[in-house]
């Protein structure tokens, strides 16, 4: 025999909508959250120096909350620390390639370019690079023993990378 889908409750549906008001909530506040960022860094942080840089790792550890949120996973510290070094890495070394790259032409290309030099740029690039290894190594250890099976994969790449900032690819 066929059995028929049960009516739902009252109580079932309260629940229902009490859930979706919440995600929409906070889907809203993460919404404002992030178009307040972006229009900050558009109007001001975009033309401060390394403040810039700071403001694009916020920005992807915004990002990656929201997806953990989004999906209904916990929110560990790794999660907030990875992408924040990860992103200081790629920012830093984007100013980096563009100094070297465009030398005295790199103010035109960005205003905030001209404080930025080569002389100060390669140490924060060495700063980031160790700092991101070591938020992933540990995050890796941590996590699950067999995350470090990819640590010479992820090491790699990550030289790579750096070798093609230094040259200024």
């Excluded at 558009?42 to 840089?53: M, S």
């Excluded at 390639?97 to 103010?107: P, R, S, Y």
């Amino acid at each position: 025999a066929s059995r028929r889908p049960r009516p739902t409750t009252a109580f079932q549906d309260e629940g229902r909508y009490k859930n979706m008001k919440r995600v929409i909530t906070i889907g809203i506040v993460i919404l404002l959250v992030a178009a307040i960022g972006f229009g900050v860094y558009t109007f001001f942080l975009k033309q401060e120096v390394f403040a810039d840089v700071i403001a694009i790792a916020v920005n992807f550890v915004i990002r990656s909350v929201s997806g953990a949120f989004i999906i209904n996973e916990a929110i560990s510290p790794w999660i907030i620390l990875c992408p924040f070094f990860l992103a200081i890495f790629l920012a830093v070394g984007k100013r980096h390639a563009d100094v070297i790259l465009l030398g005295k032409e790199a103010e035109k290309s960005m205003t905030v370019l001209k404080y930025y030099t080569k002389e100060t740029t390669q140490p924060l690039l060495v700063i980031a690079t160790t700092a991101f290894i070591l938020s992933y190594a540990l995050y890796s250890f941590q996590s699950n023993h067999n995350l470090l099976f990819t640590l010479p994969f992820a090491l790699y790449v990550i030289f790579r990378y750096f070798s093609f900032i230094v040259q200024g690819s």
